[in-house]
Antibody, heavy 120, light 111 residues
């Protein structure tokens, strides 16, 4: 059964770069037509799509975050990663990675999420 | 301000039927983009509840249904149970923004 697991620092200083990795187990990240996405949720608030990547490296980003976000994939490790630069307190959130189904963009399998706090 | 508009809260007694609306525009739902629904229990990751407007993933009971018309979509839950108390989110694709958009979420309270 496919599983996703986020990992990375839980605390990041303002103006620095937030870096997270999503490890996919139970299936290959490159043997399918799926996109792989990042979604975040600030405390007590709703969901916000950050961006998605295909195993080939093709990416799509939320226009509101595009200037600060980079998503990359490492098929040899079956992982994809997120970097958000110049973070502020507004980037404090639970960050989820998820599999995105081809053709309709639904996120059908999610990681458990990881809390990232931006604070000095 | 979310691109997709949902009511902040809905409620119903056990056994009743509730609906949650998701209102979009001509650049997302009205443009033919599929609508998906997620259930998020407290402290948990979202779970896909409905995909492609009205399809249920394996394991989702048939008392949960989705529909879409024009620039809006709806999620209906019949035979309300205490375990349905959660936050619900709709999701679609917006062609003007060239990306995925979510509704602001609706908290369902079972009275």
């Amino acid at each position: 059964q496919l599983q996703l697991q986020e990992s990375g620092p839980g605390l990041v200083k303002p103006s620095e770069t937030l870096s997270l990795t999503c490890t996919v187990s139970g299936g290959s990240i490159s043997r399918s037509s799926y996109y792989w996405g990042w979604i975040r949720q600030p405390p007590g608030k709703g969901l916000e799509w950050i961006g998605s990547i295909y195993y080939s490296g093709s990416t799509h980003y939320n226009p509101s975050l595009k200037s600060r976000v980079t998503i990359s994939v490492d098929t040899s490790k079956n992982q994809f990663s997120l970097k958000v630069s110049s973070v502020t307190a507004a980037d404090t959130a639970v960050y989820y990675c998820a599999r995105q189904t081809p053709g309709n963009d639904a996120f059908d399998i999610w990681g458990q999420g990881t809390m990232v706090t931006v604070s000095s | 301000q979310s691109v997709l508009t949902q009511p902040p809260s809905v409620s119903g007694a056990p056994g009743q039927r509730v609906t949650i609306s998701c209102t979009g525009s001509s650049s997302n739902i009205g443009a033919g983009s599929d609508v998906h629904w997620y259930q998020q229990l407290p402290g948990a990751a979202p779970k896909l509840l409905i995909y492609g407007n009205s399809n249920r993933p394996s394991g989702v009971p048939d008392r949960v249904s989705g529909s879409k018309s024009g620039t809006s979509a709806s999620l209906a839950i019949t035979g309300l149970q205490a375990e349905d108390e959660a936050n619900y989110y709709c999701q679609s694709y917006d062609s003007s923004l060239s990306g995925v958009v979510f509704g602001g979420g609706t908290k369902l309270t079972v009275l």
